[in-house]
Nanobody, 126 residues
């Protein structure tokens, strides 16, 4: 239980916006301690983007996206979002949603998340 599926990626011009969605099957996001987003650009390692705690009122962001991206979730509807504004070419990557069942420490480490989606491509280019 707990399959994750992302949607909402695509091609956008620099300065544009996209909203990514992540759905979960078989359970609600409220049963995870933290859910978040990571990304991987071509030729680079996986990078933390943002995460949100069970309560929904505690969020963390990578410095590179702070002020431009917003993470949110609706526990009842099993949907999590990543609103991305003022996109830059450096944001081009495959974006993955992830969830963890235990703890909240080291929230930026992907190894602490046991559930992953298959990813959605975001390309920022003119």
């Amino acid at each position: 239980q707990g399959q994750l599926l992302e949607s909402g990626g695509g091609l956008v011009q620099p300065g544009g916006s996209l909203r990514l969605s992540c759905g979960v099957s078989g359970r609600t996001f409220g049963t995870f301690t933290m859910v978040g987003w990571f990304r991987q650009a071509p030729g680079k390692g996986r990078e933390f983007v943002a995460t949100i705690a069970y309560s929904g009122d505690t969020t963390y962001y990578a410095d590179s996206v702070k002020g431009r991206f917003t993470i949110s979730r609706d526990n009842g509807e099993r949907i999590m979002y990543l609103q991305m504004n003022n996109l830059k070419p450096a944001d081009t990557a495959i974006y993955y949603c992830a969830a963890r069942e235990f703890g909240w420490r080291d929230y930026a480490l992907g190894e602490n998340y046991g559930y992953w989606g298959q990813g959605t491509q975001v390309t920022v280019s003119s």
